[in-house]
T-cell receptor, first 114, second 116 residues
Framework: GAGVSQSPSNKVTEKGKDVELRCDPI?????LYWYRQSLGQGLEFLIY????????KSGLPSDRFSAERTGGSVSTLTIQRTQQEDSAVYLC????????????FGPGTRLTVT | AQTVTQSQPEMSVQEAETVTLSCTYD???????LFWYKQPPSRQMILVIR??????QNATENRFSVNFQKAAKSFSLKISDSQLGDTAMYFC?????????????FGKGTKLSVIP
């Protein structure tokens, strides 16, 4: 595709529900990154994928957060038992292998937990 | 750990004027990248300019230029001939320059408004 796409654009969910956020990277980009942007914490790194494997999950804020990537392409970020503090914009980025200094971002998913 | 500080939460500039956004960082690394990203209301982060720390020459991209002072750990962004489309949040970011590095560390951002 022309750029990184994310869906849904906006998601409103009730506290305690599970949500899935999707990221479609640029075709040919083997590296994929998730970030979270919140009012209190600013922009934080969550997780990085190279191909289907995630060598670094240290940025995930709790064990309620998980992410997977299949086929070296689409990635899903899952938040279980959502809490109000999970409300944020979740940004996905991708890059070619070895070119993490050229990360292209998607438009993000705004998650609101009520 | 690296930290990035943007001390100006909000700024405004008249259309066609020049504005400078400030950024300082703290690191013990000797080689790294510094970035300025723009985030308009559409939310999509767009890379404005990138600087490699080992390069002494300041990076320039059209109306955007940086003043990189490695010893002072300062990395400011100058926007010349400001345009209405420059209205956005601007984030300064840091990344280590080594094999396997991938994590961007961002500042809190500066909200820039260009006034017609």
């Amino acid at each position: 595709g022309a750029g990184v796409s994310q869906s849904p654009s906006n998601k409103v969910t009730e506290k305690g529900k599970d949500v899935e956020l999707r990221c479609d990277p640029i075709s040919g980009h083997t590296a994929l990154y998730w970030y979270r942007q919140s009012l209190g914490q600013g922009l934080e790194f969550l997780i990085y994928f190279q191909g289907n494997s995630a060598p670094d999950k240290s940025g995930l804020p709790s064990d309620r957060f998980s992410a997977e990537r299949t086929g070296g392409s689409v990635s899903t970020l899952t938040i279980q038992r959502t809490q109000q503090e999970d409300s944020a914009v979740y940004l996905c980025a991708s890059s070619r292998a070895g070119r993490s200094y050229e990360q292209y971002f998607g438009p993000g998913t705004r998650l609101t937990v009520t | 750990a690296q930290t990035v500080t943007q001390s100006q939460p909000e700024m405004s500039v008249q259309e066609a004027e020049t504005v400078t956004l400030s950024c300082t960082y703290d690191t013990s690394e000797s080689n790294y990248y510094l970035f300025w990203y723009k985030q308009p209301p559409s939310r999509q982060m767009i890379l404005v300019i990138r600087q490699e720390a080992y390069k002494q020459q300041n990076a320039t991209e059209n109306r955007f230029s940086v003043n990189f002072q490695k010893a002072a750990k300062s990395f400011s962004l100058k926007i010349s001939d400001s345009q209405l489309g420059d209205t956005a949040m601007y984030f300064c970011a840091f990344m280590k320059h080594e094999a396997g590095s991938y994590q961007l560390t961002f500042g809190k951002g500066t909200k820039l408004s260009v006034i017609p």
